[in-house]
């Protein structure tokens, strides 16, 4: 499947973060997933990203996918962005 740019202004140097659900799937490295296997992998007061992933409906990628959960947070917050580090997809 082609990958294709999520959004035209992405080549003029746009970048951006959209907060996305558990249920969305996402590939990695290969495999196919849904974004609440990554949370599975992670305690409350870390945050973790997948680089280079995509999403297949929609053809999308690369992003970088994020996995935050707060301090007394009940779940994670999942973000998909263009932006290639992880703090400064945080940080909007």
């Known amino acids: 499947m082609a990958r294709r740019s999520p959004h035209p202004l992405q080549g003029y140097h ?8 558990s249920h969305s799937t996402v590939t990695w490295d290969g495999e196919s997933f849904r974004g609440e296997t990554g949370a599975a992998c992670i305690k409350p ?26 301090k007394g947070s009940k779940a994670p917050l999942y973000v998909v962005t263009t932006m290639t580090a992880a703090d400064a997809a945080c940080r909007v």
Do not use: I, K, S
Request: with cysteine; net charge neutral; charged share 10%.
């Open 45 to 70: 007061g870390t945050l973790g990203a997948l680089r280079d992933a995509g999403m297949p409906e929609a053809a999308y990628g690369p992003l970088l996918l994020l996995c935050g959960w707060a």
């Open 14 to 21: 746009w970048a951006y973060g959209v907060r996305t659900g």
